[in-house]
């Protein structure tokens, strides 16, 4: 009975061990996901796709579930789909976002939109490096026999969607507050033909990838993985001061305005403009003093605790430190109409200095060396301000026009310096002559060659509906048909208030800016002050324009901040050439008709629709449009790149336009038909990765070359750099320029680390790279002597030699032996990939034949001729010699190390032989 409770007991004991042992596992996409405190989930998340960082937006507030929030309805007489998501769903797009629920926050995969009549579509995700605490709180679809297809084990998921028409799919991985510092969720998408399911009935329908951020859905490569991480996204900002310094004064560039402020480890700066990084620093601040003038652009690379990364730059216009002195080369006198050179190609300043002349008859020019004709004799006053930097300085020099010898008309022009838009100016030819008489004024104000105006005298009042430098002609006809050409230059500025959506008549109302490719237009008076010519109102189609009171000619309405357009590009204002009382034009801003951006461009900042819906249509109609400069060029382009055209019907066109730039702010004037879309497109570089190899194998602590394609897919040069992120730390970089289309293969040499299984990302390419630990790897040495015969006496050298295979640092001890004892050692360190030597030296005084090794390795040397033999009694038990005598051996020992100095000291020793 005891050995039945015994053997009882043993076994309890055994079943609660092996209990015990087995932690409980249930896979991805059958858990739940674990319940987070919600006080300690992280405050944001964001997607990382290559060097781009996007914030994630959240949703919900943690008051209900996300399976209720999700609310997927599946079975007889559903559509299979979520319905709590409606608000959110996007037709032909893919999104990735967060719900913050009761239970955990998710990440949700949301594809497509119900209900929306196109489509369907097929999807496959490999996901890996899910929290062990995650879990699929929603599987969407999980009906018996569904199309879909979710793999899991502890840490990964493999997905296949697959959804009809009019149907949503997705899903919500619950539980990824557990991501910590630079972890995330990696997920590779294959999308239509490239999912696991390309022989899909719904295969070929296109999907967009797109991160859902707090403004709004950002495109994502779908060639490319993304990262899902914890915490949000640095955002560089740099400013410079002073932005106008002097050659050899000293500019700060300040990132202290990069956010998160606290989370900013470090700061690179490239303050050559050439790709490479001459500076890193702890610290937001960086000084710099340039050699030569002209603009120079710093940049900026922050980068937070996580890796993540961001770049700002910040340009400053460097003037000469040399006194500028200002001088004017012309000639003494001249002729009524001639062209006078004027030259201030020999003053003192630097290359970007500026000239602004003023020729005494109100006409002014900018330039080093403009040309200039008076119309009417007299002495002119000539100034020229040449300014660089903070300096100045002005010439002045005096001109004496004479009358012409014939009785040829002459012309003369003058008018003011400056005006606002909408504002009436006056245009005065009174100093023409005309010594035949039957004189006619024939105006262009469009500066386009064509005659808008024709009067008997020599004064136009006009106004122009845009700012920037405007010239004005006018050409003098006497009664023989005989005439003569003068102009001048109008600086027309903004308007010091931008005018209501109902108001506008303080607007101009002519639309000679953008000189219409259809014509029309032209000068025409001011509006009256009985009420506006016309009104702007935003309806629901669009802004609605309505004449009242046109005029002669053309007229202009202006458009409060918001009404057409937003963003990068909005309308200020509009103006209808030829237009009746009783027109009305609707512009919309959402025109989506042609097959993509115009010609040239990589994506289109405006497109506008106009539609005349009441009485006769306008000749022309211009739109004055306003870029944000800063969003320019943050989307990588310049105001060289931009491309304006109107759409035919099967392909764009270049539309005729001005653009006049205004600090921040450029203004591009357009003319298109009264009923022909048009669009402001922007060409700027797309730098695309691919190709990601490892050259060999990956050692931590040792480099390895990997390499990467790299691609501008866009119409614009640009210039990029590139980062090699491993296991979440940025381990190189690199400045890389190329030309549209261009391709280039970067290699880099990065150094792991650590060892491990470790992600490798560089332009948004990513693989998983194997480090392997660090070590030394010393073999058996090389063994050789110096001379394989000596004399009795003289010493034997033997040399070892010691190889570090390995990649790490190693030591090893050299024995010496002979006689089959160690007589002496040696401990050498070793350099990975390098070799060392030690040399022994041994006397032996008794000729024969000698074996002699380090470590294993041997080599025999032979000792001749007689030697003088010192006997000693043998102690009983001891060894003998062949002639049953004894001979003591003296032998000596020099360890010598690599270089061949004496390492160690001479031993001597006795043994009996």
């Known amino acids: 009975m005891e050995r039945d409770t015994l053997a009882i007991t043993s076994i309890a004991w055994v079943l609660l061990v092996v209990g015990a042992s087995i932690a409980p596992f249930t896979p991805v996409g059958t858990a739940a996901g674990n319940v987070e405190n919600v006080e300690e989930r992280p405050d944001e998340y964001a997607v990382v796709q290559g060097s781009q960082c996007i914030p994630l937006a959240m949703v919900g507030d943690a008051s209900q579930n996300v399976s209720t929030y999700y609310d997927y309805r599946g079975g007889t007489g559903t559509d299979y789909s979520s319905h709590g998501t409606d608000d959110l769903q996007v037709s ?35 996901i890996t490096g899910i929290p062990t605490q995650a879990g699929w709180a929603v599987e ?15 840490t990964t998921s493999d997905v296949d969607w697959q959804w009809q028409p009019s149907r949503n799919d997705g899903g919500a991985l619950r539980g990824i507050a557990h991501l910590s510092g630079s972890d995330g969720i990696e997920i590779s998408a294959g999308f239509g033909e490239n999912s696991d399911s390309p022989d ?128 004017i080369e012309a000639p003494a006198s001249a002729r009524v109409g001639d062209a006078v050179q004027f030259d201030g190609r020999n003053s003192t300043a630097g290359q970007s200095a500026t000239y602004r002349w003023a020729f005494g008859d109100g006409a002014t020019a900018t330039g080093p060396a403009p040309t200039h004709a008076y119309g009417s004799a007299g002495t002119y006053d000539v100034t020229l301000t040449v300014t660089d930097g903070s300096q100045s ?59 808008e105006t024709e009067t008997s005298q020599p004064t136009l009042a006009t106004a122009f509906d845009a700012p920037g430098d405007r010239t004005v002609s006018v050409t003098v006809v006497d009664g023989t048909n005989r ?46 002050n009985d009420g506006p010519p016309a009104t702007a109102t935003r309806t629901d189609e669009g802004v609605r324009v309505e004449v009242s009171d046109p005029g002669t000619g053309a007229v202009g309405v202006a458009l409060d901040d918001g009404m057409l357009g937003s963003g990068p590009a909005a309308v200020q204002r509009i103006a209808l050439a030829d237009a009746r009382a009783g027109t009305a034009l609707t512009v919309t801003d959402a025109w989506n008709g042609s ?65 006049v730039s205004n600090g921040s702010t450029v203004v591009v004037n357009a003319t298109a038909g009264p009923e022909t879309p048009l669009a402001v497109g922007l060409a700027r570089p797309n730098m695309v990765g691919g190709n990601l190899t490892v050259e060999g194998d990956a050692v931590a602590d040792q480099p390895v070359n990997v390499t990467a394609t790299l691609t501008n897919a866009g119409q614009l040069e640009g210039t990029k750099t590139i980062t090699a992120v491993l296991g979440g730390r940025v381990v190189g970089s690199e400045r890389v320029t190329l030309g ?108 024969g034949q000698y074996t002699v090794g380090v470590n294993g390795q041997n080599a025999s040397v032979t000792v ?37 100095a004496l390492a160690g000291g001479i031993v001597v020793l006795s043994r009996q032989l």
């Open 92 to 126: 032909g797009v893919s999104q990735l976002y967060v719900y913050r629920g009761e239970g955990g926050d998710s990440l949700v995969f949301l594809h497509d939109s119900r209900n929306d009549d196109t489509g369907g579509g097929a999807l496959s995700m490999d």
């Open 140 to 154: 969407d679809d999980n009906y018996d026999g569904q199309d879909d297809s979710f793999e899991h084990t502890e």
């Open 200 to 327: 899909s009935d719904w295969a070929d329908d296109p999907l967009s990838w797109r991160a859902r951020s707090p403004s709004g859905l950002v495109e994502l490569d779908k060639s490319q993985s993304v990262s899902v991480v914890a915490g949000g996204c640095p955002t560089a900002d740099l400013t410079a001061t002073p932005a106008n310094p002097a050659v050899g004064a000293s500019v700060t560039f300040d990132a202290g305005g990069s956010t998160p402020a606290g989370d900013i480890v470090s700061y690179r700066w490239d303050v050559g403009d050439d790709g490479s990084f001459e500076a890193q620093t702890a610290q937001p601040t960086f000084e710099r003093a340039f050699e030569t003038t002209g603009e120079k652009t710093v940049a900026v690379v922050v980068e937070d605790a996580n890796g993540r990364q961001s770049e700002a730059n910040a340009t400053v216009t460097v003037g000469s430190n040399q006194q500028v002195e200002a001088v």
């Open 393 to 451: 300085d002005t010439a002045n020099a005096s001109l004496v026009v004479e009358a012409n010898e014939s009785d040829d008309p002459t012309a003369a022009l003058a008018g003011p310096a400056t005006a606002t838009v909408g504002q009436s100016v006056t245009f005065d030819a009174s100093n023409s002559t005309v010594p035949r008489g039957g004189a006619t004024y024939r105006w262009d104000v469009n500066a386009d060659g064509t005659v």
């Open 483 to 528: 005439s003569a050409t003068a102009s001048t230059t109008v600086t027309v500025e903004r308007e010091s208030s931008s005018g209501g959506g109902n108001g506008g008549d303080s607007g101009g109302d002519d639309d000679s800016s953008s000189g219409g490719s259809t014509g029309g237009g032209g000068a025409a008076p001011p509006p009256s």
């Open 595 to 659: 097959e993509g951006p115009p010609t040239g461009s990589d994506e289109t900042l405006l497109a506008l629709d106009p539609t005349v819906q009441d009485g006769s249509a306008p000749s022309s109609v211009t739109y004055q449009i306003a870029l944000d400069r800063e969003a320019i060029r943050n989307r990588g382009g310049s105001v060289e790149s931009l491309a304006v055209a109107t759409w035919t019907g099967s392909d764009w066109q270049a539309a005729e336009t001005t653009v």
């Open 740 to 847: 549209p289309g261009e391709t280039r293969r970067l290699t880099m040499s990065v150094i792991p680390a650590a060892s491990g299984r470790q992600r490798l990302t560089i332009a948004g390419q990513s693989r998983m790279v194997d480090v392997a630990p660090s070590e030394a790897d010393i073999g058996r040495p090389t063994v050789t002597v110096e001379r394989d015969a000596v004399n009795p006496g003289e010493p034997v050298r033997v040399t070892a030699t010691f190889t570090n295979d390995g990649t790490e640092s190693g030591t090893v001890t050299a024995s010496f032996v002979a006689f089959g004892d160690v007589v002496g050692t040696e401990r050498l360190t070793v350099a990975a990939g390098a070799s060392e030597t030690v040399t022994f030296e041994q006397r032996i005084e008794q000729p």
């Open 864 to 900: 001749d001729g007689d030697a003088t033999q010192r006997r000693s009694e043998t102690p009983a038990g001891g060894d003998g010699g062949s002639d049953g005598g004894t001979s003591p051996l003296l032998l000596g020992l020099v360890a010598v190390g690599s270089v061949g």
